[in-house]
């Protein structure tokens, strides 16, 4: 164990696979079983950023790299790669990806450098996988927010993309719009349009956050922290008040929290 950094973690890693020494938990692991872990530890890295918690991230930073040297060593023993040729890998690509950093290759603009790296990707698609579309190696596994802006950005850097801001707001109110008639037309048990044109609107929304620069899925984080927040603020005042919220009337709840966020405001 004299090894440093990640030598010396893969060394931790390969003792608690031994198979005479090694832990029975590590043991029983395969890709499948350490999935939740590797997402859960993701999530976690995302929450310490959120919080500014430096201390926090680096600890939750070495838990994803342990996740990831995990399934470095699963797939060592079963003779697929190394962690040193997932380095190698890694590396290859982002030197290929940036032929005006590692090479004498320029562009013009930043419009034509995005261009020329999702063509390289599409090459490398199309060589490694066999894939036809740009969309192919998006997963289908990820946050819905997050998937739907990764496919509306890989189809804009090829310039399928409204032009102007304004075009985007007209998107969302004609998907509103059909979603208010949907829902004025369709029969009690035809919820399966309703939920159609309420995706159009949720895609369209995640459009016009994508053309503000901004990404969906943390607006949407930091307003459901918002709402938590204020909802915490109304349940403390109510609890003052010797109340409980279900013998309050809406009305008396919507009072409160009005009163909830003028405090949050406030204390801000």
């Not at 938990?25 to 999935?35: G, S």
């Not at 590692?102 to 603009?109: A, C, H, K, R």
């Not at 698609?125 to 819905?144: F, G, H, M, V």
């Not at 949907?182 to 939920?195: F, L, S, V, Y």
Request: glycine share 2%; hydrophobic share 35%; net charge negative.
């Amino acid at each position: 164990m004299s090894s440093t950094g990640l030598e010396k973690l893969v060394d931790v890693m390969t003792q608690l696979r031994d198979p005479e020494s090694g832990c029975p938990w590590d043991l029983k692991q395969t890709y499948k079983t350490i999935i939740p872990y590797t997402i859960e530890e993701t999530y976690e890295v995302v929450d310490a950023i959120e919080r500014h918690d430096m201390d926090d991230l680096k600890g939750e930073l070495g838990d994803l790299l342990f996740q990831v040297v995990f399934y470095c060593q699963l797939a060592k023993e079963e003779g697929h790669f190394a962690i040193d040729q997932v380095i190698e890998s890694v590396c290859d690509k982002l030197i290929t990806r940036h032929p005006h950093v590692f090479s004498d290759e320029t562009y013009e603009t930043e419009q034509a450098l995005n261009l020329a790296w999702e063509n390289t990707k599409h090459q490398e698609r199309k060589k490694n996988k066999n894939q036809t579309s740009l969309l192919d190696d998006i997963p289908e596994s990820l946050p819905a927010l997050t998937r739907a802006e990764k496919v509306q950005k890989r189809a804009a850097k090829q310039g399928f993309d409204w032009t102007d801001i304004a075009q985007v707001w007209d998107k969302v109110y004609e998907e509103i719009a059909e979603l208010k008639h949907e829902e004025q037309t369709a029969e009690p048990e035809q919820t399966d349009k309703i939920e159609d044109e309420l995706g159009d609107l949720m895609f369209a929304i995640v459009n016009l956050s994508r053309h503000y620069k901004l990404n969906a899925e943390s607006a949407l984080r930091r307003a459901t922290k918002k709402f938590e927040s204020r909802f915490r603020i109304m349940e403390q005042q109510i609890d003052r008040e010797q109340k409980t919220l279900s013998e309050m009337t809406l009305n008396d709840m919507e009072q409160q929290w009005q009163q909830a966020k003028r405090t949050q405001q406030q204390n801000k």
